[in-house]
């Protein structure tokens, strides 16, 4: 039975070393349709961390508003340059979903010139066939994604609002 588990175990160790054994592998990314809303923005922040804009992108609902696209595009590689010099973090800290939407609450916090500012920031996502997307307050005007906006967006939106007291003790 030893033999065995010594053997798990160095199986197991090999599976995560390179084809030389000399590098470990990344760990595979769990497919988008198995998050939850609040893993959905913290793998959204995690790719601004890393600077994978394009994977950031990707987080989001479509858009058919061009000049809102570049927008978009703009803001995230500016919040990537912010994420990657340690001077942006954040943080999803739960959620709540209602039909659809879900909104989630985040942890904002930014270092600038030796001040820290922490903040709390909700953020909507929609459910799609393919998992959660995000879809941005400036998003809401956009033909696609502003028929979505429904009554269930707008209660998690009053939750969220009638919460902030609590939701600001709790995670600030």
Not at 34 to 43: K, S, Y
Not at 64 to 79: F, I, P, T
Not at 139 to 145: A, K, L, Q
Request: hydrophobic share 45%; net charge negative; with cysteine.
């Amino acid at each position: 039975m030893r033999t065995l588990f010594r053997l798990a175990v160095l199986v197991a160790c090999a599976a995560s070393l390179g084809c030389n054994g000399d590098e470990p592998q990344a760990p595979a990314r769990a497919p988008a349709a198995a998050l939850d809303p609040a893993q959905t923005l913290q793998r959204f922040y995690d790719d601004l961390a890393a600077g994978d804009v394009e994977a950031a992108r990707a987080c989001f609902l479509p858009l058919s508003d061009v000049e809102l696209m570049r927008k978009l595009d703009a803001e995230l590689s500016g919040a990537a340059v912010l994420f990657q010099s340690g001077e942006l973090s954040a943080r999803a800290m739960e959620h709540q979903e209602r039909g659809p939407w879900a909104v989630v609450v985040a942890r904002h916090t930014r270092t600038q010139g030796g001040a820290t500012e922490v903040r709390l920031r909700e953020e909507f996502l929609y459910r799609t066939a393919e998992g959660w997307r995000l879809a941005s307050e400036a998003m809401r005007g956009d033909p696609i994604v502003a028929p979505l906006w429904d009554a269930d967006a707008a209660e998690l939106l009053n939750w969220y609002r009638a919460s902030f007291d609590d939701l600001d003790a709790r995670y600030r």
